[in-house]
């Protein structure tokens, strides 16, 4: 289930902002966490961590650029994290509705953040979607 494997690559992308040397082994623990044992929600997670692995200086700055004046620093990592997956959606995942990538960073937030990220999360990628 995609649902999963966002979550799943939220937990790897958040660890990834305090420790850039994220194993494959500690990636396959969390896939068996979230339950992803099917290959194509494997492949999923995967593809988004490495889509934001590859592209996270250009994604952080198109974030810094629809946050209006918030450096990428003085975002909330887990809600920094929840954009990146969001923005790699968005940018290289030609299969999946902006809308979709929308909704289910909206309902990461609801779930892992404060009750206001999803209100910021949606104002930035609105801003990134409607350039």
């Keep these: 289930m995609r649902t999963n ?3 799943a690559a939220l937990n790897i992308i958040f660890a990834q902002q305090f ?3 994220c194993t494959d082994a500690f990636k396959r623990r969390v896939y068996k966490q979230f339950g ?3 290959d194509d929600d494997i492949l999923f997670a995967a593809d988004l961590v490495a889509a934001v692995e590859e592209h996270r200086d250009e994604l952080i700055s198109k974030i810094e650029a629809a946050s209006h004046h918030y ?3 003085r975002i909330n990592p887990t809600d920094k994290s929840i954009l990146l997956i969001a923005m790699a959606e968005i940018c290289y995942f030609d299969d999946i ?4 990538s929308v909704s289910e960073a909206a309902w990461l937030a ?3 953040s404060t009750e206001t990220s999803a209100d910021f999360g949606n104002g930035v990628l609105a801003g990134v979607i409607n350039k």
């Design 5 to 7: 494997a966002r979550e």
């Design 36 to 38: 992803l044992e099917k």
């Design 19 to 21: 420790n850039t040397d």
């Design 110 to 112: 609801r779930k892992y």
């Design 97 to 100: 509705p902006p809308v979709v």
């Design 71 to 73: 450096l990428a620093n």
